[in-house]
């Protein structure tokens, strides 16, 4: 235990001269303009013996190559920094870049799905895009990952070369704010954003998690510099739009600021929610304008008295404001600030085994798309891929499946006083966060998916017995038998450290 040493830093990483593209979709999308900034926060905790290194970025996930670039970028411009000891985590905005990505061992393998899907259609009926762009004023894939090396790494060393005497303080806070976005119905079936409308329809798959975990965090003087504040909603209330978005976290970063000034940080963290959206399936509440999502049909809306459209702008705000009174009540209630703590911190890796097809779903996938290829007369688009998914990475899965069998997982565990903080690269479902949570031994136990890498959803078995997006093979490289084994190896890591 020692005297503890905070620094923080927030860049801009909103490019100023350039649209970029959007992440997130089956559909391509150019931004129009900024509805608000995107940035990178980083929080960097010492006591003299530990270090922990987190920066949160409005991004839709972390490529394995993001994380490493990062790292050597930073070693580069102080090789004082504990590169290991770095956490990059995404809020998951579809409202952000896209940028030259790579998942650990699986790299647009096999041409990933779209060449998959290209592999099937002669020449002249290959896959064109929905958007075309002036490439001069457009951000490439290639330059936006420079762009986010160069903007990360420099909030890294600025906050690591701010640190100061500091203490901090736990709190913990509910807010109506994720909810369970798969809907089961009487057939044994399953489907992301399904329509509940109808007398098929039995109940949503999973339950919810109102809870807010913060941290919050003051310089030598007792002056609060930044919150920290874990959230089981991925931040993507804005999804489908076409303009650059912080989304929810950016009205919270706003409404924060308007109270305890401009020079406060926000570290915005995902928990647990591979299952979870900010909007209430029974409560549908339409988008204000059409948006292009195969998988959200609503034939018979109904009009409803509840929350605003979860799809657009206001929808952001309300979702801030409910965070942001939280945590207003949470700091109001502080008691006790800690200027020494125990300090730990692990980065493990973690072997999980590559969840696998078999050969007689190998074989439908590929007699599904001879058929599609079949019936083709033009030119396949974004609708195509996104109906197409499916099939397209099931064949990939298998072919990757003969050459490897296990998925080499980055999670950190850290010990904070009596907080407990583990990460994980997945879009988790819930329940797993909720067994690591109630097993863990810490009085405040924070989980931050999407960290480190970017290994796409990891169902539950129920989920994977209900099928269709977020829970298809393709949707993942992990179920739920690695699901199990990390929920086991996450709560045995934490409890070492709070075993004395």
Not at 46 to 60: H, K, R, S, T, Y
Not at 80 to 100: E, G, M, N, Q, R
Not at 294 to 305: A, F, G, H, S, V
Not at 409 to 428: K, M, Q, W, Y
Request: aromatic share 8%.
């Amino acid at each position: 235990m020692g005297k503890l040493k905070i620094g923080w830093s927030e860049v801009d990483i909103t490019p100023k001269d350039k649209r970029i593209r959007l992440a997130g979709q089956f559909f391509e999308r150019i931004s129009e303009y900024v509805e608000t900034p995107i940035v990178a926060t980083t929080l960097a905790i010492e006591d003299g013996a530990e270090q922990m290194i987190f920066c949160a970025c409005d991004l839709v996930k972390i490529g394995r190559n993001l994380i490493r670039r990062v790292r050597e970028k930073v070693a580069e411009l102080d090789a004082a920094i504990p590169t290991d000891k770095i956490i990059l985590s995404a809020i998951h905005s579809h409202t952000s870049h896209v940028y030259d990505y790579e998942a650990t061992n699986y790299a647009a393998f096999a041409g990933g799905p779209k060449g998959i899907l290209d592999s099937f259609l002669p020449r002249e009926k290959q896959y064109v895009a929905k958007v075309s762009d002036d490439t001069e004023n457009v951000m490439t894939a290639r330059e936006a990952l420079l762009f986010l090396v160069d903007s990360i790494s420099a909030s890294i060393v600025e906050a690591w070369q701010n640190r100061t005497s500091g203490s901090f303080a736990t709190g913990f806070g509910r807010a109506a704010i994720g909810m369970c976005r798969r809907v089961c119905y009487s057939d044994g079936s399953a489907k992301m954003w399904g329509d509940t409308n109808t007398a098929a329809f039995t109940e949503l798959e999973g339950g919810n998690d109102s809870g807010i975990e913060m941290l919050f965090f003051y310089g030598a003087d007792g002056k609060l510099t930044g919150v920290a504040a874990s959230v089981a909603c991925p931040a993507q209330v804005v999804e489908h739009r076409t303009f650059i978005s912080s989304d929810y976290w950016g009205k919270v970063r706003i409404l924060l600021r308007e109270k305890y000034g401009e020079d406060l940080k926000v570290l915005g963290l995902c928990a647990p929610a591979g299952d979870q959206c900010p909007r209430d399936l029974i409560r549908w509440v339409n988008p204000e304008t059409p948006i292009d999502d195969p998988n959200i049909d609503r034939p018979d809306y109904i009009e409803r008295d509840a929350d605003p459209s979860m799809f657009d702008i206001n929808g952001s705000w309300k979702v801030g404001k409910r965070i942001v009174n939280e945590i207003i009540d949470a700091l109001e209630e502080v008691t006790e600030k800690k200027d020494e703590a125990i300090l730990k911190h692990e980065n493990l890796t973690v072997e999980l085994p590559l969840r696998r097809v078999t050969p007689k779903e190998y074989e439908h996938a590929v007699e599904q798309m001879e058929k599609f290829a079949a019936r083709v007369t033009d030119h396949v688009n974004f609708a195509d891929n996104a109906a197409m998914h499916v099939h397209t990475g099931t064949i990939m899965r298998w072919k990757q499946q003969h050459i490897q069998d296990i998925v080499p997982v980055e999670v950190h565990i850290v010990r904070l006083g009596s907080v407990a903080i583990a990460t994980n690269p997945f879009e988790l479902f819930l329940d797993y966060g909720n067994q690591i949570r109630a097993r863990s031994r810490a009085r405040q136990t924070i989980l931050v998916q999407l960290a480190c890498d970017g290994l796409g959803y990891l169902p539950t078995e129920k989920a994977e017995k209900g099928s269709h997006y977020s829970a298809y093979v393709t949707s993942g490289k992990v179920g739920h038998a690695g699901g199990e084994m990390l929920v086991r190896k996450t709560t045995e890591e934490i409890n070492k450290f709070f075993a004395e």
